[in-house]
């Protein structure tokens, strides 16, 4: 167990719809990466938050935004959803931007 | 832009055998080099890293990995494979001094037979 937790660990919905997925940090960490890990693509790195703040974008669509709270959980936002959205999408934390990242399980999102 | 290459998509070795997984890398600056490991249905976990000073890195579960600049090479090795090492791998460079911005290669699946 890494200690970050990942919600839900799966969801499937329709085209066109928005969906949210949470991520809690270990314990103490600042910082909040997520990725994406599909068939075509592989492993995306998409975003990073540092104690709120985006601190680095990757490939991320516009469709998709995140945001770190004050409690220091994230979450991403999926909109306008299409089939090749289907994929793992996984958050990782450290303590600090250069400190080593420890991934959840990862939320399976399927798109019907 | 920095950028990895996994050679093989699939690596198949017997319980005992040595177990090799290539990674080659592209940076412009001096790299930051990854080996995650991931199972079925798991999140990734850490196996060794390469930043700064000895070039030869030991990992957890008995993994190593040598870094070598002229080679532009990050090779995973273990001496005896166990079927429990039977999973997914991954290397990955960091684009920046730290943990950010991991590029990961495409994977390799390492499959142990008795």
């Known amino acids: 167990d890494s200690g970050v937790t990942q919600t839900p660990k799966h969801l499937i919905t329709a085209t066109g719809q928005r969906v949210t997925l949470r991520c809690s940090p270990r314990s103490g960490d600042l910082s909040v990466y997520w990725y994406q890990q599909s068939l075509d693509q592989g492993l995306q790195f998409l975003i990073q938050y540092y104690n709120g703040e985006e601190r680095a974008k990757g490939n991320i669509l516009e469709r998709f935004s995140a945001q770190q709270f004050p409690d220091l959980h994230s979450e991403l936002n999926l909109s306008s959803l299409e089939l090749g959205d289907s994929a793992l999408y996984f958050c990782a934390s450290s303590v600090s931007g250069g400190g080593e990242a420890f991934f959840g399980q990862g939320t399976r999102l399927t798109v019907v | 832009a920095q950028s990895v290459t996994q050679l093989g998509s699939h690596v198949s070795v017997s319980e005992g055998a040595l177990v090799l997984l290539r990674c080659n890398y592209s940076s412009s600056v001096p790299p930051y080099l990854f080996w995650y490991v991931q199972y079925p249905n798991q999140g990734l976990q850490l196996l060794l890293k390469?930043?700064?000073?000895?070039?030869l890195v030991k990992g957890i579960n008995g993994f190593e990995a040598e870094f070598k600049k002229s080679e532009t090479s990050f090779h995973l090795t273990k001496p005896s494979a166990h079927m429990s090492d039977a999973a997914e791998y991954f290397c990955a460079v960091s684009e920046g001094t730290g943990f950010q911005k991991l590029v990961f290669g495409t994977g390799t699946r390492l499959l142990v037979s008795p």
């Open positions: 390469y930043t700064t000073g000895a070039t």
